[in-house]
T-cell receptor, first 113, second 109 residues
Framework: GAVVSQHPSWVICKSGTSVKIECRSL??????MFWYRQFPKQSLMLMAT?????????EQGVEKDKFLINHASLTLSTLTVTSAHPEDSSFYIC?????????FGPGTRLTVT | AQRVTQPEKLLSVFKGAPVELKCNYS??????LFWYVQYSRQRLQLLLR??SRESIKGFTADLNKGETSFHLKKPFAQEEDSAMYYC???????????FGTGTLLAVQP
């Protein structure tokens, strides 16, 4: 139990386009999901907290207009990278919070060319 | 400031040797401390948390509030323990995790 999926697992897009990443809790409902970014050989950096039915809470330094988060249901949160640029290339990881623990997705590799 | 420090980027040991992965934290309050592990090509998963006081896969970690440390230990390392280990903390009502930079444990045969 407590499986979190992400789609797509990897994506390549052109500079200036937008990309949507989905995070789903497959066998449980999560009122809170988190989005992280991980650069190569570096730690996970929390980007935002996604709460079902309300606006996401962004960490300091994260542009909310660039990284749009929608928590449409108790099992789905989406992260849209708008007008992507090469510096947005990274590994994006989501987690879903339940029973006092965060359950992590497998991550999405975004490459912006 | 809230911070988790893992001073070692890489720790290489031989099979059967003891392992200690260091973690120090800075937090104004009473945080909850965790160790997460990421095996090659797998997702991040919880290894243990200080409040449960469990021993998982032979690993233990004791919270030392005086030294603000939460070091991960195992008496005899196995090759399958090779992975990336992250120390993390959470506190307050937000349930946000603050991660350390991680330590890559390499267990040599």
């Amino acid at each position: 139990g407590a499986v979190v999926s992400q789609h797509p697992s990897w994506v390549i897009c052109k500079s200036g386009t937008s990309v949507k990443i989905e995070c789903r809790s497959l066998d449980f409902q999560a009122t809170t999901m988190f989005w992280y970014r991980q650069f190569p050989k570096q730690s996970l950096m929390l980007m935002a907290t996604s709460n079902e039915g309300s606006k996401a809470t962004y960490e300091q330094g994260v542009e909310k207009d660039k990284f749009l988060i929608n928590h449409a249901s108790l099992t789905l949160s989406t992260l849209t990278v708008t007008s992507a640029h090469p510096e947005d290339s990274s590994f994006y990881i989501c987690s879903a919070y339940k029973w006092g623990e965060q359950y992590f997705g497998p991550g999405t590799r975004l490459t912006v060319t | 400031a809230q911070r988790v420090t893992q001073p070692e980027k890489l720790l290489s040991v031989f099979k059967g040797a003891p392992v200690e992965l260091k973690c120090n934290y800075s937090y104004s309050g009473s945080p909850e401390l965790f160790w997460y592990v990421q095996y090659s090509r797998q997702r991040l998963q919880l290894l243990l948390r200080h409040i449960s006081r469990e021993s998982i896969k032979g690993f233990t970690a004791d919270l030392n509030k005086g030294e603000t440390s939460f070091h991960l230990k195992k008496p005899f390392a196995q090759e399958e323990d090779s992975a990336m280990y992250y120390c993390a903390l959470t506190g307050g009502a937000t349930n946000k995790l603050i991660f350390g930079t991680g330590t890559l444990l390499a267990v040599q045969p």
